[in-house]
């Protein structure tokens, strides 16, 4: 791959991972009732917008927070993969951010609804 192609695809998943980390901040306001920024808030809601997602305030914070669990989750892990000291598979089983987030995320039944 040549520089400029490198270049391009960063700048591609840089956008996205831009989006995802927008709508993880967006769930952790709702999910905890603290309001985003002034300043960040205009940003992260044209975010919300411009991938057609409408009415997280009509959801309930346990509605939205194993999603929020699974975006951390994934965020975490990747971030850990970018440093050869913390480059291994997955948390350890030490990590209480590890288990928090397996506790967010299985909040959520097989049904699909709520449990706390």
Do not use: W
Request: charged share 20%.
């Amino acid at each position: 791959m040549i520089p400029a192609q490198l270049r391009e695809t960063v700048s591609r998943l840089h956008a996205s991972a831009n989006a995802l980390a927008a709508l993880g901040a967006a769930l952790d306001a709702r999910v905890h009732d603290t309001p985003l920024p002034a300043a960040l808030a205009p940003r992260v809601d044209e975010v919300l917008n411009l991938l057609g997602i409408e009415g997280l305030d009509q959801l309930t914070p346990a509605e939205l927070r194993s999603t929020l669990g699974e975006i951390r989750t994934f965020s975490l892990t990747n971030a850990k993969l970018l440093f050869a000291a913390s480059r291994a598979a997955g948390f350890g089983t030490g990590s209480s951010a590890a288990r928090r987030m397996a506790v967010d995320i299985a909040s959520v039944d097989l049904a699909g609804g709520c449990q706390g």
